[in-house]
């Protein structure tokens, strides 16, 4: 299938009919003899999941691991915050799925290891590019145009997607190159093409992004927002095997014309939301959490994306879970509104599957978002912090970094404390963050110190 060229804002009044022509008929061709098509058609939450999850994917199968971590109270002081006078053990064979009613008394929470999907890709950034990478291979993109910090998981997750499919990613990052490559910046360095962008160029991210993808493009060439390229997806899904022989028809060809794709600043699309959506369909399976039992989800916020797809596919199943986030990069009321603000693009794409369906009812506050136990401005680390990610890590085998995974290991522990988890389970989704410490131990020289020291100050 060949992608409708977008090259000016004139023609998407006319792409628009041409999708809307297009999805028509092929509803009512394969629907049965009803004057309002797809939208007669009552569906359960399941086969809603089913449907929308209906499409070609980037990861071969949605498995993750599931570990549980047992917590004790100990006389030693690890640092400050919620995690003092407690250690960890890590228990990589749990009990799940009816077997989790038999496990012991023992304060405990649980978690999805996402950190271990991709060696250099974070695993919330794998799911939310998970439905979006077969696109741009079945739509014959060339170029990738996106933007983020310096030390970007979001700009090396495409980096190095995009390498891998032979495609070419172009980085707008905000600021200066540090003296020193190192962590997200240095990876994306070597697997994509990185621009530093002025910090109050960069402020206008939407003329940026189309400034700079049009550069790439030069003359008679397609420059596609995200959003425009899935639109067009969505009629072409009952009819994908004619594009099964067009995907690797650009590689290799240096003289053809480029087709170049913008995607936002952390992948905040509701494209996104699908590879949560395939996630949660995993772990609500009998043998794993399963659909019955309470669940507290735990998982930190950069754009918030990951929380509301969790928080839509419970709805859409039925599940009995509670998706708690940690707002880290912005206020609870900037939360809340781009909540709002993925749910309505979400209904606008997938309208014609709602009817009757729950998720058409829902326009926000289904997430509960929560201050870090201790706030900061985002980025930065407090005093015991290093330390307790030192800890875990000793313990658990389990690595997590300061400025977004130790919120939610954090939180985890706050509520597996009986009192708050009541007869809930508590779960957090590990979204990974490896790379990342490699950044703040060059930003942070005196909180490694004492690792290269080889001492480890247990008492404050």
């Not at 038999?102 to 290891?113: A, G, K, L, P, T």
């Amino acid at each position: 299938m060949k992608m409708q060229r977008l090259p000016n804002s004139k023609t998407k009044t006319a792409f628009a009919a041409i999708i809307m022509k297009k999805a028509f008929h092929s509803a009512s061709g394969q629907l049965s003899n009803s004057p309002q098509g797809i939208c007669n058609v009552r569906m359960s939450g399941e086969e809603l999941m089913s449907r929308l999850l209906d499409r070609k994917w980037a990861l071969t199968s949605p498995d993750s691991k599931i570990h549980q971590i047992k917590l004790f109270t100990t006389t030693e002081k690890h640092g400050g915050g919620p995690l003092g006078g407690i250690s960890f053990l890590n228990n990589t064979c749990p009990f799940l799925g009816d077997d989790m009613i038999m496990r012991d008394e023992d304060r405990c929470f649980y978690v999805v290891r996402d950190d271990l999907l991709h060696p250099l890709v974070n695993g919330n950034k794998a799911r939310k590019m998970d439905a979006l990478l077969p696109l741009l291979e079945d739509h014959k993109v060339t170029d990738l145009v996106t933007c983020g910090g310096c030390q970007s998981a979001h700009a090396t997750a495409v980096a190095v997607s995009c390498a891998e499919r032979g495609l070419k990613s172009h980085l707008l990052l905000r600021g200066e190159q540090p003296q020193i490559l190192t962590g997200y910046n240095l990876i994306s360095t070597i697997y994509g093409k990185v621009t530093y962008v002025p910090r109050t160029h960069y402020a206008h991210r939407i003329e940026m992004l189309k400034s700079y993808a049009n550069l790439v493009a030069g003359n008679n060439s397609d420059v596609v927002w995200c959003n425009e390229i899935f639109e067009a997806s969505l009629t072409a899904q009952k009819s994908r095997a004619s594009c099964l022989g067009q995907m690797d028809a650009h590689k290799g060809i240096d003289n053809c014309q480029k087709k170049v794709l913008i995607v936002n600043e952390g992948a905040g699309d509701a494209v996104a939301l699908l590879g949560v959506f395939r996630l949660l369909q995993y772990l609500s399976q009998d043998h794993l959490l399963g659909r019955k039992r309470a669940i507290k989800f735990v998982v930190d916020a950069g754009t918030g994306t990951t929380a509301v797809g969790l928080g839509l596919g419970a709805i859409c199943l039925g599940l009995p879970w509670e998706v708690t986030a940690i707002a880290l990069a912005d206020t609870i009321d900037g939360y809340k509104q781009q909540e709002k603000n993925l749910i309505s693009e979400f209904k606008r794409l997938f309208g014609f599957l709602l009817k009757n369906s729950s998720l058409n009812e829902v326009d926000g506050e289904i997430v509960h978002w929560v201050e870090r136990c201790r706030p900061r401005k985002f980025g930065n680390v407090l005093e015991g912090e290093i330390e307790a990610c030192h800890l875990i890590a000793q313990l658990t085998g389990i690595l997590v970094d300061p400025v977004y995974t130790l919120a939610a290991w954090e939180m985890a522990t706050l509520l597996s404390d009986e009192k708050l988890k009541q007869d809930a389970d508590v779960v957090m989704l590990h979204t990974g963050g490896t790379l990342g410490m490699f950044g703040l131990a060059q930003r942070y020289k005196s909180s490694f110190h004492s690792l290269k020291d080889g001492a480890f100050p247990s008492n404050r």
